[in-house]
């Protein structure tokens, strides 16, 4: 039994797996990303993810087109967050319960619209979904080829927007102003920077990146959505962006590393070996709690995460 | 009055309390019509996106309505609904008082509910009054040790406890199906224990409508917080930390000790919650069974504005949605699940109240009240 276990671990296609499944988790980490390191907490990354995967699922039944569909998918994970940072920004809601809030709606909404249209509570009907496609060349190199050779687009798109991601939060003067909107924003304020602005950016650009996400699940993948379809994989992604340090490469080397621990899990329940699967689940929460209870990494949240600004007086 | 904290950092209770009896009375009415606001915008939102979608508004409502409150089956439904989310409520309104958000109700009513369901395989023979509060003091032990892991991380290391919580929640969920598939699985397709030995199961009040003593204890309770928060030492000194732990500290409290004993009594709560819900509904444990009673139990303890009394009031709004949507569902051929709608909504909009209340303003320029913050 040991091993095969090992021969699960240790296979190329556990990592062609895990690189799909984790899509989805990075995305939400970087929307995480974006909107803590502007100081919003976003727990709402569930259920923007959830509205991604509902209307990319809508999108392309009504088109037939799921390229359609993946651009509805993001536009409505946009408009959950901006839904989201009107209130925190501008009516200064609690982060948490506006966040709890928002999850909520997005499981009612899809839920209740999904038997709107499909007349079916658990599981749409067929749409047409993006196919993984197949890289010429890179596809007949032996290791990587087994990797990354034939993917779904939306794990090139992912990786490249991470990347893209990365330099915007690090390398340009926007992403500069972003992170200093989310440790001092009166500074950032006393610099000229609109720290609202800043705000309503990067939670709406997080929103986005979950509304991609989320099509990827529904459209990407299977072709079909099915309710509350998201599965706690916004959570897993508000892990991973702790886990990377609020970082979006970090983030998705954290995405990675629980995913892989999740195909390994689903590869060894297929083949009917007894390892307790709902452990291996916990693996990422528990590291996570680890992370932030300082037993590995020093890790530190933005310094004015959670707080309200408001430009000429107090928090 | 003038209130110089800020409101909306927490939802309720850590606030700065009034000094006099007649402006506290003020001051919970003023909160109570922001809440009823926040229900009647909800609605009316609902409504719209009804009328965008060709549904009968008036006919959905009014089965809502007739559901939840027209007969005596619809009112027990009503307040057996209302029961776990009583619970819940209290288990984050508690932490609240303290300056603590305890978003891992979730979790700490999975434990309870489990530890609950296997001390009520036991007790037969026993008398049903112990038959029944044994479970329920396990259910409790079980959610107190769970909600205070959050509460010893972020004493101990600073760990922000909404985020150990959540992550807490989800172990809670894999760790009991683990343990009831390993170890306590009846027979069948299903991941749950065997039905609890019938001494167990929760005496009904209104025989064959279903409706348990859950409700009266969740009643009980309720008078058991306000009492706390109201005349105990202790008591006060989580509303002392919820305001300024700082100063608290400078006071003599110690805050550590407050944090871990709020989210400990918080998951006591949200433990008698899962175990209330196994002994009168379903009667063994279940993986997997909660449909979001701890989440929902945050809409509850923000819509009652940390007060225990106000508190029940959104228990029983949120149990009457839920069973008014039953019969929305049967008469008026709309999805039940626009409750959830409803309740997301609400649970938006009370969070804000700045946008409230310039919603108020906006309409009455003459009752203003003073600009806060």
Known sequence: MWLEILAVIFNLRTLNAAIRMSTPIALAAMGGAFSERAGVINIGLEGMLLVGAFAGAVGSYATGSALLGTLLGVAAGAATAAVFSIFTVEFRANHVVAGVGINILALGLTTWLMQVVWRTRGISPAVARVQSIRIPLISDIPVIGQVIGVQSPFVFVMIALIVGGWVLLFRTPLGLRIRMTGEHPEAADTLGINV???????????????GFGGAYLSIGNIGRFSMGMSAGRGFMGLAANIFGQWNPIGGL?????????????????????????????????????????????????????????RSGGGT | MTRKTDETTLPAGARSRPSSSSEAVRSALTELGLSAFAIVLALVISALLMVTLGYNVALAYQSMFRGAFGSLHGISQTLLRATPLLFTGFAVAIAFRAGLFNIGAEGQLYWGALACALVALTVEGLPQP????????????????????????????????????????????????????????????????????????????????????GILLGVAIAALVAWFFGHTALGYDFQAVGRNADAAEYGGVSSKRIQVLAMGFGGIMAGVAGGIVVLSLLNRFVANFSPGYGFTGIAVAVLGRGNPWGVVLAALLFGALDSGGMSMQLFARIPSDLTIVVQGLVIILVAAPAALRAMVRWRKPKVEPVDVA
């Open chain 2, 130 to 213: 112990i038959a029944v509060g044994l479970p329920l003091l396990a259910a409790g032990i079980a959610g107190f040790l769970w909600g205070a892991v959050p509460g010893i991380l972020k004493a101990k290391t600073g760990a922000h406890e909404v985020i150990t919580s959540i992550m807490l929640n989800s172990i809670a969920i894999f760790a009991t199906t683990h343990i009831t598939s390993r170890y306590f699985k009846a027979p069948g397709a299903v991941d749950q224990t065997e039905r609890i030995v019938a001494a167990a199961v929760m005496p009904q009040i209104i025989p064959g409508t279903g409706l348990t003593a």
């Open chain 1, 253 to 309: 080397g954290a995405s990675m590393l629980f995913s892989y621990a999740d195909a390994v899990q689903i590869r060894l329940q297929t083949m009917e070996i007894a390892l307790p699967h709902q452990i291996i689940q916990m693996i990422p929460y528990l590291l996570t709690i680890v992370i932030l209870a300082g037993g590995v990494v020093k890790s530190r949240p933005p310094a004015a995460l959670g707080n309200h600004y």
């Open chain 1, 196 to 210: 609202r602005f800043i705000k309503h950016f990067s939670v709406i650009l997080g929103g986005a990146l979950c």
